[in-house]
């Protein structure tokens, strides 16, 4: 990863993601580089079992996806939306290297993600431009 966080940076990026994201109802977010390490997360509980294996695989999927951005000739999709039954994930990037994923429920509108999401990313780049 090019950013070297400090510790009170990284404690700030939690307490955004817990606020912005955990607080209004959203089951997990976390902030991942694209190599797949976990850079902050935070969580309700329901995905303590997988939160290890998580950024890994959504690094991996945004790669793919980018790569087929690339190859209908566009330069990178910046943002993923994948709709299950019960769960859907949103990813986002944050910066060049860095990518915010979200894990919601039904129960919590699309709209609402999205205004957060936009939220979340200001105060992180931020927290990330200012040591």
């Known amino acids: 990863m090019a950013h070297k966080l400090s510790k ?27 190599a797949g390490n976990d850079i902050a997360h935070r969580g309700n509980g329901k995905f303590d079992g997988v939160i290890k294996l998580l950024p890994a695989l959504a690094a991996g999927n945004f790669a793919a996806v ?20 019960n769960e859907s994930m949103h990813f ?10 979200s894990i919601f429920g039904n129960d919590f509108s699309l709209g609402l993600l ?7 990313i200001r105060k992180i780049r931020k927290t990330i431009l200012k040591p």
């Open 114 to 120: 999205r205004l957060k999401m936009n939220e979340a």
């Open 66 to 85: 980018s790569a087929m951005a690339k190859m209908i000739g566009d330069k990178n999709f910046a943002l993923i939306f994948h709709k299950g039954e």
């Open 92 to 101: 986002r990037k944050v910066m060049a290297d860095l990518l915010i994923v």
């Open 8 to 34: 009170n940076q990284l404690d700030r990026i939690e307490e955004i993601l817990q606020r912005d994201f955990i607080d209004p109802g959203v089951h997990c977010a976390f902030l991942v580089d694209l």
